[in-house]
Every structure is written in structure tokens, then in C-alpha cells.
């Protein structure tokens, strides 16, 4: 799944591709930080990777999707998220890779 960010906010794109979350940007570090704050998107992890708040993601990605069995991948995707370390300990936010 790859979540396009701009100033005006996040859209998912390919909402069955449930391998992996990534976030695709041409905003600066400065516009992240504005962009995912002012849409309630998420928040900067580091450099190199945000925290995308999961509630929200989920939200966004439901609106489009094609596979009858999105909700049980949607499922493994935040449980492979969890064991691997990308997942927030309150299940909240999931870290995300930033693509420029």
C-alpha cells in the first residue's frame, strides 16, 4: 500500500497491495511534519519514517478496495507490523518508510 502525502493531505493508493506500507512524498522534512499534523495523518518518527496513525490509514485505505478478503489481510498487515517491531505498543500507529 502507498500512501501519496502533500500539503492538502494522504491518499492511499492500490489499497490490496497489503505486502507493505510506504509513504510517497515531495514535501520536505518541515512539510511532512506540517502535512501529517494538520490532516491528523500522523507524526514524524525520524528522517526516515513517520508514524502513521492506524485508525486513520485504515480509514483511507477502506474507501477503494477490490479484494473480498481486504479485511482479514488488513488484519495479517497489522499483525505482521506487530511482530516486527513497526507497530506502536498501544496499536495506535505503525511506522512507515518515507519515499522520495
Known amino acids: ?9 494522504a491518499v492511499v493508493q ?3 497491495d497489503l505486502a ?3 509513504l510517497r512524498t515531495d514535501l ?7 502535512a ?3 490532516t491528523g495523518t500522523g507524526e514524524p518518527a525520524d ?6 496513525d492506524v485508525a486513520v490509514l485504515r480509514s483511507l485505505a477502506v474507501m477503494s478496495p477490490t479484494a473480498p478478503d481486504w479485511p482479514q489481510r488488513w488484519t ?3 499483525e505482521d507490523a506487530r511482530c516486527s ?5 498501544d496499536g495506535r500507529s505503525i511506522r512507515v518508510p518515507i519515499e522520495r
Open 20 to 22: 507493505g506500507v510506504r
Open 85 to 89: 517491531g513497526r507497530l506502536a505498543p
Open 14 to 16: 492500490d489499497p490490496d
Open 76 to 78: 495479517s498487515m497489522i
Open 36 to 38: 501529517l499534523e494538520t
Open 1 to 9: 500500500m502507498i500512501v501519496r502525502l502533500t500539503a492538502q493531505g
Open 47 to 52: 528522517a526516515d519514517a513517520v508514524l502513521l
Open 28 to 34: 520536505d522534512a518541515a512539510g511532512v511534519r506540517t
